[in-house]
């Protein structure tokens, strides 16, 4: 069936330093894939995102890569910041609308 | 413009009650989906309407629930009877575009006891 896998489940950076969160998808009708950002207590928010007839896109410190032959996309934050301490998910659009999500990233960035 | 609503913001129930959630989307957005995370676990599917149509409701778990978006406006999911795998957190989303990027609510912790 559809699945996103997304990995690491944790990841632990010191702040400055970049963090890399990598994803892959099965179904390659998927076009379009955005990234959500879970604050303790809040509601994810979508903080980036990506089609399928672009290989990367940037906005300021984050930025997302999508290889559609190896059904692969990342996320990278650069610089990282405390407050980029969150859950992160990628998803995938399937063929049949239907968003599929991996099972996030819990991301720690020590001041 | 206000985003989207969701209540209560938890809910601490009984196996084998019944509890309602409400979702109110972005005024305007046709396409209202519900989903849930269970701890630790990827945000799951649960169904898509499209205005007051199910347009997908192949993520429901069971026939113990029943999604409802009469007037093509807010939704109601509701669990009869509940049960303790049924806890976690309900999530409703809405979007203009069918399967662009979503505006999620605070979401609904479900917590059967």
């Known amino acids: 069936g559809e699945n996103v896998e997304q990995h690491p489940s944790t990841l632990s950076v010191q702040e400055g330093d970049s963090a890399v969160i990598k994803c892959t998808y099965s179904d390659s009708a998927s076009n379009y894939f955005p990234w959500y950002k879970q604050e303790l207590g809040k509601r994810p928010q979508l903080i980036i995102d990506i089609r399928s007839n672009v290989g990367e896109k940037k906005d300021q410190r984050i930025a997302v890569t999508l290889n559609k032959t190896a059904k692969h996309f990342s996320l990278h934050i650069t610089e990282t910041q405390p407050e980029d301490s969150a859950v992160y998910f990628c998803?995938?659009?399937?063929?049949?609308?239907?968003?599929?999500f991996g099972a996030g990233t819990r991301l720690f960035v020590k001041a | 413009e206000a985003g989207v609503t969701q209540f209560p913001s938890h809910s601490v129930i009984e196996k084998g009650q019944t509890v309602t959630l409400r979702c109110d989307p972005i005024s305007g957005h046709d396409n209202l989906y519900w989903y849930r995370r269970v701890m630790g676990k990827e945000i799951k599917f649960l169904l898509h309407?499209?205005?007051?149509?199910?347009?997908?409701e192949s993520g429901m778990p069971n026939n113990r629930f029943l999604a409802e978006r009469t007037g093509g406006t807010y939704s109601t999911l509701k669990v009869q009877p509940a049960e303790l795998e049924d806890s976690g957190v309900y999530f409703c989303?809405?979007?203009?575009?069918?399967?662009?990027?979503?505006?999620f609510g605070s979401g609904t912790r479900l917590t059967v006891v």
């Open positions: 989303a809405s979007s203009q575009i069918k399967g662009q990027g979503y505006t």
């Open positions: 998803a995938a659009i399937t063929g049949g609308f239907k968003t599929i």
């Open positions: 309407f499209v205005k007051e149509s199910k347009q997908d």
